[in-house]
């Protein structure tokens, strides 16, 4: 079968990786992919809006199945546009159809859907420009910090959490204002879970589900998670802290009523769900310290989490993605690889704010880094590279974005795989190069 995966981070890198070790993957195309994604496939260069051409390209390669990496073309309709035509229906997407891509789409549709279906979360209210005065008043009942959310895409810039009243209130105004154009027309304010984060990875067929490795994130730039937020600087997983008690309420408080929501609600899914996570750390309304939350529901995977979960799945992601589309996802086995594995993120000099382009970039040709699978023989001394923001420029690769390239190791521990993730960062060289050196090791102590 020939797949066409439309993307060009480190997400689309990592899923272009597990893709094409599929014996069921004939021809892997990328559109349109970066420097990494054309050792697995045949880059393309469409854009992710570009439907119409997504569409004849398919027809003109016999496509059988699009993936779906990012959240812009999930959001405005790519499985709908590729179900509604009669040349390319029959074609699998794994991706929610656009209602249901709402769930990320939409922080307040998302709010009240997990209220809907008694979804543990935040209590929230949603505010537009008109209704300023009652929002402040709703402000004044919560205490600091306050969290500000803008109701659609923003980029990954669209939440604001802001120490004081004062703070709150000026920067409401300047949501609903325009701040983050269109996506603040619709401010959702809701209370501050305080504890610590996780990302949860469920695939569903709509009915049927599996739960993928379950990954620790790291946000802000700054060693200690200090600085302001990113894109993310890197990935663990295992999580120790997610362990087998927590999972279950996992699974029972917040999967199973979101699959059954979906199904109830008429919305079709067939693909990523991505449940961003909270341990609390107090009782808040009738949950216990502990407890799991959700903060945020996102329609695909996360990047860079897929850098260090597809690593751990053992099985054929093909085959997997197969009973996605087919609706058997309950027939298909789900094996993870008992290793622990740390991604590191390696950026440019600046980001996330303002940061140059086109910085040659040398050291990815070293024996330490394999482009294959890492046998457990291997793991003591080989890592997997996913490009992110590379480009080809003549005979050399540059960067070309914030987020540059990912270093993933296996290892025994969390320990053991970042000290080899380490090592591999040390060895890629550009430019302005920076990471963070402490990815997991709050969970490894």
Known sequence: ?????????????????????????????????????????????????EFDKIGEFCLQQ???????????????????????????????????????????????????????????????????????????????????????????????????????????????????????????????????LSGIECSVFVLTDGL?????????????????????????????????????????????????????????????YQGFIFLGLIRIDRDIQQYHAGDPMVIEYNVRMGDPETEVVMPRIQSDLVELLLGVADGDLDQKALEVDPRAAVTVMLVSGGYPGSYEKGKVMTGMDNPLFTQGIVSPADSARRSILFHAGTARKDDAIVTAGGRVIAVTSYGPTLSEALAQSMRGAELIQFEGKYYRRDIGRDLAL
Not at 16 to 36: D, H, R, T, V
């Open 1 to 49: 079968m020939n797949i066409l995966l439309l993307g060009s981070g480190g997400r689309e890198c990592a899923i272009a990786w597990k893709l094409a070790q599929s014996p069921k993957c004939e021809q892997l195309f990328i559109a349109p992919g970066n420097a990494g994604t054309s050792a697995y496939g045949l880059n393309v260069p469409i854009k992710v809006g």
């Open 62 to 192: 016999n496509i059988g199945m699009i993936v779906v990496g990012p959240e812009d073309p999930l959001v405005n309709g790519i499985y709908d546009y590729i179900k509604g035509d009669p040349r390319l229906q029959a074609i699998r997407v794994i991706g929610p159809s656009r209602a249901a891509a709402q769930l990320e789409g939409s922080k307040d549709f998302a709010k009240g859907f997990m209220t809907r279906h008694a979804i543990p979360t935040a209590r929230y209210r949603s505010f537009n420009a008109s209704q300023y005065d009652e929002a402040c008043l709703f402000l004044e009942q919560l205490q600091a910090p306050y969290v500000l959310k803008a109701d659609g895409l923003a980029a990954g810039k669209g939440v604001l959490i802001l120490p004081t009243l004062d703070e709150a209130r000026r920067e409401l105004r300047a949501m609903l204002d325009g701040m983050f154009g269109a996506a603040s027309a619709i401010v959702v304010i809701e209370e501050f």
């Open 208 to 268: 049927h589900y599996k739960i993928l490795p379950v990954a620790k994130d790291y946000k802000r730039i700054g060693e200690g998670d200090t600085g302001p937020n990113t894109g993310g600087m890197g990935n663990c997983s295992p999580v120790p802290f997610a362990d087998e008690q927590f999972m279950h309420k996992v699974e029972e408080r917040i999967v199973r009523p979101t699959i059954a929501g979906l199904r109830q609600e008429g919305l079709r």
